[in-house]
C-alpha cells in the first residue's frame, strides 16, 4: 500500500483549502501511521460523518480498505464510479486489496452500465484482477457493446481485451476475434487470442476502431 498512499496523501494535500483541512489532513495521517483498533474506528466514523470533505472519506476508506476492513465498501464502490479518473484507480486499489465478495459484483454492474461507460476503466481492470465469476462475461458484455465504429471508448474496451487475455477463457474468443477487426484494438486482441491459444492470420482491419 506504501507506494498508492503516498500518491494519495500528497495528491489530498494539494486539495486542502484552510488551516482546519491541514489538521484534518494531519489527522488521518497519524491515525495511518498507528493502525489501532481505535483508529480504525474513528476512520469508520469518518465515512458517515455529515459535512465531511470528500478527500478525508477518501483516505479513510483507502486506509479501511487496504486493511480489509469491510466498512469501507460503500464509499470504495461510489469512489469507483466518481468522475475523477484519479480517485477511481484509488478505488480500484483498495478494493483490490479489500477481499469483499461484493466488488465484483458492483464491478460488473458498473463496467456493464451503457450510461456510466465514461466511467467504466477502473471497473473492468478491476474485474480482470478479481478473477471473479462475474468477470468474464461482464467484459464480454462490455466489450461488444463498444465495437462500433468510432465509439470514444476505446480505451475500456482495450482494457476488456486486456483483461480477457489475462483470465485465460475461452468464452472469450468470439468477441476477441471480433475487436481484433479493430486497429486501436487489433495488436492486444491478437496476444490475447495467443494466450488463449488461438493461433490465426490477423483478420483485415474492420469499419474502424472504437476512436
Known sequence: MEDEFHELTDRVRAELRSPQDLVAYERLL???RKNTPAGREELARMLTAVERPLWAREIAAFILGCAGDKRAFETLVLLLNYREPV???TAAHALGK???PRTARAAAALATNPLRTAYALH?????AELR???SVPALIVTLERL???HNPYWRVALACVEGLGALGDKRAVPALRAAAGHSRL???ASASLARLGVHEDPPGVGAGPPA
Open 132 to 134: 471473479a465469476p462475474q
Open 87 to 89: 480517485r477511481c484507480a
Open 98 to 100: 479489500l477481499g469483499d
Open 123 to 127: 471497473p473492468v481492470r478491476l474485474l
Open 30 to 32: 497519524g491515525l495511518a
Open 147 to 149: 465495437l462500433t465504429p
Open 186 to 188: 487489433a495488436a492486444a
